[in-house]
Nanobody
Framework: QVQLVESGGGLVQAGGSLRLSCAAS????????MGWFRQAPGKEREAVAQ????????YYADSVKGRFTISRDNAKNTVYLQMNSLKPEDTAVYYC??????????????????WGQGTQVTVSS
């Protein structure tokens, strides 16, 4: 049974930082493409960042480039999202996801197979 468990969300002031973690179990972690998505109230779920199986290739949404960094530790079955210079518009529920494809150039939720339960990130102005 595949499980993805996010942690690290919370309330932070604008300009602050948070580090999200996602611990995976029940799958061969190093064989999966990993991504972070977010969903704000009334909006569709959108891709934030994606990292290849080896960690050598990454994708970032334009809205977070230069501020967020995705990384993974295949020995620990964990993917991370370091979020710096947070803005109120970053407020959302953040989800990690695992996909069986080797790479997706413009990730969408339908490209991924397994999802975590989400963690709330709230950025106050």
């Amino acid at each position: 049974q595949v499980q993805l468990v996010e942690s690290g969300g919370g309330l932070v002031q604008a300009g602050g930082s948070l580090r999200l973690s996602c611990a995976a179990s029940g799958l061969t972690f190093s064989s999966y493409l990993m991504g972070w998505f977010r969903q704000a109230p009334g909006k569709e779920r959108e891709a934030v960042a994606q990292i290849s199986r080896s960690g050598g290739t990454t994708y970032y949404a334009d809205s977070v480039k230069g501020r967020f960094t995705i990384s993974r530790d295949n020995a620990k079955n964990t993917v991370y999202l370091q979020m710096n210079s947070l803005k109120p518009e970053d407020t959302a529920v953040y989800y990690c996801a695992a996909g069986s494809r080797s790479w997706v150039p413009r990730p969408k939720p339908s490209d991924y197979d397994y999802w975590g339960q989400g963690t709330q990130v709230t950025v106050s102005s």
